[in-house]
């Protein structure tokens, strides 16, 4: 049977230990399902990979839910899993207070300084950070989490059995002992390229809040910004160049009515929480004079700035302020994008 009709049917006779191999039961004269669905579950004819699946589940340790048990915001989506196979502590799926992250698999310098600084304030304060284990913004984010004492959600587009990508297998093992990793693929099922955009749907719908850091207009992330706006998620953005592709997503959800995200304070608010009290930078200590001038200059700017952009407002010479950017990129205060863009952290 399909999702649609099994959902159907579990609406109707939630707990199937009533009705299969039970040929007496009202399901086989119902109408609801198919002579062979019929013969199937009356006859308790298992399919032929079972062996397979509970073997993997015994010797990963996996665990599962179903539709009935887990979290109601999933429930009411969509076309919801049918089972939620899990490794890890599933109390996770109703922290009190959840953020999805999502965003490129190749992250310009921005998004990946200010994926970090924006997420750690709130990591701090216990907020559990959701996402899909891919590379990139996810890897930052669900790292962020786990290194700051949050803990996180990881959902997977295969068999938790096999961790995908492969270079996020000790990471996946840290999620598991400070998180949760959750799929409704059966153990032993591949990543499949189809099975990444219908994933997503499940990581909007965990969270109060999705957060779009870096995403060109047709990626994955952008699904997961359709998913949220279509299951009624709050929906906030991470505004960036216009010139570059990973700004493209971000930008359009801002234009077309999501939060604009320029500091942790907004997605605290965005959360309901309280601000954490910042720790000042003393940045008159550890910087020069001429490096104090550079740093205020792009503070004030507003914005990211090319290195001709900063020598024709700075007025250093070139060997001089090669120099001093450096030092400062060094001093962990600047950072450079792709192209010799450079912008505060």
Not at 22 to 47: M, T
Not at 305 to 317: A, K, R, V
Request: charged residues 20%.
């Amino acid at each position: 049977m399909g999702n649609k009709q099994s959902i159907k049917l579990l609406e109707t006779y939630p707990d199937p230990n009533d009705f299969v191999g039970n040929n007496e039961h009202a399901i086989y004269v119902s109408g609801l399902i198919s002579e062979k669905a019929a013969f199937h579950l009356s006859q308790r004819i298992l399919p032929p990979n079972t062996p397979q699946i509970l073997k993997l589940m015994e010797q990963y340790k996996i665990e599962w839910l179903n539709i009935n048990e887990y979290p109601a915001q999933l429930r009411n989506i969509f076309a919801p899993p049918i089972i939620l196979y899990y490794r890890g502590d599933v109390a996770h799926l109703k922290a009190e207070r959840t953020l999805a992250v999502v965003g490129t698999r190749k992250p310009g310098a921005y998004g990946k300084e200010m994926c970090k600084k924006l997420l750690a304030p709130l990591c701090r304060q216990k907020v559990n950070i959701i996402s899909g284990l891919a590379l990139g913004i996810d890897t930052i984010a669900h790292k962020t989490a786990l290194k700051e004492g949050s803990t996180s959600i990881a959902v997977l587009a295969c068999g938790l059995e096999n961790i995908y990508p492969s270079q996020n297998t000790e990471l996946a093992k840290s999620i598991t002992e400070h998180g949760v990793l959750i799929s409704e693929y059966e153990p032993g099922t591949k990543p499949d390229k189809w099975n990444f955009p219908a994933r997503n749907r499940i990581i909007s719908a965990l969270a109060d809040l999705v957060f779009i850091v870096e995403a060109p207009i047709n990626s994955g992330a952008m699904l997961t910004a359709k998913n949220a706006l279509q299951q009624n998620r709050d929906l906030c953005a991470l505004p960036g160049n216009i010139n570059s592709i990973n700004s493209e997503g971000p930008n359009y959800l801002i234009k077309n009515g999501a939060a604009l995200v320029s500091n942790s304070e907004d997605l605290q608010f965005l959360l309901g929480l309280s601000p954490e009290h910042a720790k000042q930078m003393e940045v008159s200590i550890i910087l020069n004079a001429d490096e104090q001038k550079l740093y205020d200059l792009l503070v004030n700017s507003h914005q990211s700035l090319s290195f001709d952009e900063i020598l024709l407002q700075s007025g250093f010479s070139i060997g001089r302020l090669s120099t001093m950017l450096t030092n400062l990129e060094l001093k962990g205060i600047i950072a450079k994008e792709e192209g010799g863009i450079f912008f505060v952290v």
